[in-house]
């Protein structure tokens, strides 16, 4: 091999590990983000159940919890976090418009008292944590 050829090489490796690594870094992040949004997420609903958790400016992450607990493996928490979003969403407004509605705090169906006792309901199954631990 030529003493070119191997600095190539050499440049080419270097080039590629630390592609791998930035690649690694972003994946961490996301990881962390994750993390962070369903311990929100779990933290809100223990203290306040569902309605407290989308009066909150928490509720505007529904769909990032939402998709992390899907993505761990937590279907039976997606469930629950999806019948509340329908519960207060009934028209199934584009998620976008929704989270703008959410952070106007103009969700009209959150100050109902069939709704809220229909939330309540999902909190006694929260409770019982059907899918164990969230975040491991």
């Known amino acids: 091999m030529d003493k070119f050829f191997k600095i190539q090489l050499l440049f080419f490796v270097f080039v590629l590990s630390s592609c791998?690594?930035?690649?690694?870094?972003?994946?961490?992040?996301?990881?962390e983000i994750?993390?962070?949004?369903?311990?929100?997420?779990?933290?809100?609903?223990n203290n306040g159940g569902f309605n407290q958790y989308f009066i909150n400016s928490s509720g505007q992450n529904c769909y990032k919890s939402l998709k992390f607990l899907k993505q761990n493996g937590k279907v039976k928490t997606a469930k629950l976090l999806e019948n509340a979003i329908d519960l207060i969403n009934p028209n199934h407004?584009?998620?976008?418009?929704?989270?703008?509605?959410?952070?106007?705090?103009?969700?009209?169906?959150?100050?109902?008292?069939?709704?809220?006792?229909?939330?309540?309901?999902?909190?006694?199954?929260?409770?019982?944590?059907?899918?164990?631990?969230?975040?491991e």
Do not use: C, R
């Not at 690649?23 to 992040?29: A, G, R």
């Not at 109902?112 to 164990?132: C, H, M, Q, R």
């Open 93 to 135: 407004i584009p998620e976008e418009e929704f989270i703008q509605k959410l952070k106007k705090n103009e969700v009209a169906e959150l100050y109902n008292e069939k709704i809220s006792a229909e939330l309540n309901k999902l909190d006694i199954e929260f409770y019982k944590y059907p899918d164990g631990s969230l975040t």
């Open 34 to 45: 994750s993390k962070t949004t369903i311990e929100e997420f779990e933290m809100e609903i």
């Open 20 to 31: 791998a690594q930035k690649k690694s870094n972003e994946i961490q992040n996301v990881k």
